[in-house]
């Protein structure tokens, strides 16, 4: 029903077209990826909004439109249905998009599912290895949001603060996904609600001062639905139902402990999967130099939310400048990640079946979680990008093999011509598993990939791209191969 409503109301759009409305857009792209790995090449995969694969040879088509018009006294409203459909991907026909958007000035509300990044962190989409709580790692989460999307300058501080945020319910849509790819005996998830909300503050007027400070703070929780186990004949058994009602949607905006109508763990901890980032940013403008450096500080439930165990050892630290204008490079990237600490190994709050008042916490477990399985969509990673998701499990378990990991990533782009585009890719990750289940030893990764892109200007409406990747490592192994892509847009 939610989805037939949406096709008849972003059916207008596409007739509004026809009669040859200025303010519509339609685009088809197609991609084709090959490689001789048991995977394709990762950054192929990740960071495409789930438009990427796994499978070493994978196909899309995608075909959308989008409509939007500016009315009076600052209000603005939009729509868009995007659809695709493959081969050797998750699906073979999905609704990438289906969206309308209402604003008002710096006010906006989204319904639907949507190309967008819920960070309030701003970095580089085209080389950044991604965000830490939730990036642009899977298919859009289909929710209901309002949101200042862009930095909204308070003028009665001399526009020297400026603030921005969302807040959004909505509801994973991958149940019967989860319920196809796990393996007999194991755990998996349905009907789980999402929400999202972050606050992001920027000090600075850089017309005055060439020197900004960003800071803020952005959460997210999976609540509600049930946890299922797939048995041995194909057909399932509910193992728990948590609660659905209206005091559970509350409890997820205001991070509280679980009633006693929840398991003993969500009555210790905050209710639900609970999870989200610090984020810091610092800016400095030189002439046509730009140069940025950000922490996205990591954190689970309480732990490590706060110094109270001394310890801000996880999360993301980013450096990007953005060169003058030149023929060759435009920006250079630098990220270093790190999930291995978790507040140490040990977890002291249950001693010998007992509840206990020692304030020790530790084993987090990024990205898993003992009732939802894992912080993913479709088998991808909704954090950072570099920790693999269950889409790479073997063993078709619904969890994160690996979220002790360090890595290295590089990125660089240019732009030659007002035709040619490139850039470069570039991660090295050491994995440990996990504190309850760690490797032998370490694991090594690499993954690589040089894209260039085309956009003739006698062919003003079309783009062309190809690529290669290279993966070389133990963890999730060896592949090279490339893809090719070729993308038609227009707009009225």
């Known amino acids: 029903m939610y989805y037939r409503f949406l096709f008849v109301l972003l059916g207008i759009p596409i007739t509004l077209f026809g009669q040859g409305a200025s303010n519509v857009s339609v685009k088809v792209d197609t991609e084709v990826s090959f490689s001789s790995g048991d995977y394709a090449p990762y950054w192929f995969s990740n960071n495409k909004f789930g438009l990427g694969s796994t499978s070493s040879d994978n196909f899309y088509l995608r075909a959308g439109a989008a409509w939007n018009r500016h009315l009076n006294n600052g209000w603005k409203i939009s729509a868009g249905l995007d659809l695709a459909g493959g081969a050797g991907t998750v699906s073979n026909f999905w609704v990438q998009q289906a969206y ?85 005996g194991t755990l998996y998830g349905r009907d789980i609600k999402y929400h999202s909300k972050a606050l992001m503050f920027r000090l600075g007027n850089k017309e005055k001062l060439p020197l900004e400070f960003e800071f803020g703070l952005h959460m997210a929780t999976q609540f509600c639905g049930d946890q299922m186990r797939k048995l041995a004949d194909g057909s399932s058994e509910l193992v728990l139902d948590m609660p659905d009602g209206f005091r559970n949607y509350i409890n997820a905006f205001f ?55 001394g310890r801000w050892k996880d999360g993301q630290i980013g450096f990007d400048i953005t060169f003058p204008k030149n023929r060759w490079v435009s920006s250079l990237l630098w990220e270093g990640i790190s999930t291995k600490d978790q507040t140490g190994p040990l977890l002291y709050e249950i001693f010998a079946g007992v509840f206990t008042d020692l304030p020790f916490y530790g084993n987090d477990n990024y990205f898993n979680h003992y009732i939802y399985n894992a912080w993913q969509y479709y088998g991808q990673g909704i954090g950072s990008p570099l920790l693999p998701g269950p889409a790479y499990n073997k063993n078709h378990s619904i969890t994160f093999r690996s979220n002790r990991m360090k890595a290295h990533h ?25 504190y309850n289940f760690p490797f032998d030893e370490v694991k090594h990764q690499f993954s690589g990939m040089a894209e260039v892109r085309f956009s003739p200007l006698k062919l003003k409406h079309w783009s062309f791209k190809a690529a290669l990747g290279v993966d070389n490592g133990d963890y999730i192994g060896n592949s090279v191969g490339g893809t090719v892509g070729v993308q038609f847009r227009i707009k009225r």
């Not at 590089?410 to 890719?425: A, I, K, N, V």
């Open 255 to 309: 991070p509280t402990t679980g009633g006693s109508d929840t398991p003993a763990g969500e009555q210790l901890n905050v209710e639900g999967n609970m999870l989200g980032s610090w984020n810091f940013a610092l800016n400095y403008y030189h002439k046509d130099w730009k140069f940025r450096l950000y922490l996205d500080h990591y954190f689970e439930d309480h732990s490590q939310m706060f110094l109270q165990y």
């Open 410 to 434: 590089f990125g660089l782009q240019g732009e030659p011509t007002r035709e040619w585009s490139w850039r470069l890719l570039a991660s090295f990750a050491c994995h440990w598993g996990t």
């Open 100 to 184: 309308l958007d209402v604003s008002w000035r710096m006010l906006g509300l989204s319904i639907g599912s949507k190309e967008r990044i819920s960070s309030p962190l701003e970095k580089n989409s085209d080389l950044t290895s991604g965000w830490m709580t939730e990036g642009m790692n899977t298919r859009p989460i289909p929710q209901v949001r309002v949101e200042i999307r862009d930095f909204y300058s308070l003028p009665f501080t001399g526009h020297w603060l400026a603030l921005k945020g969302h807040l959004a319910y909505g509801a994973f849509l991958d149940g019967k996904w989860q319920e196809d790819f796990a393996a007999p």
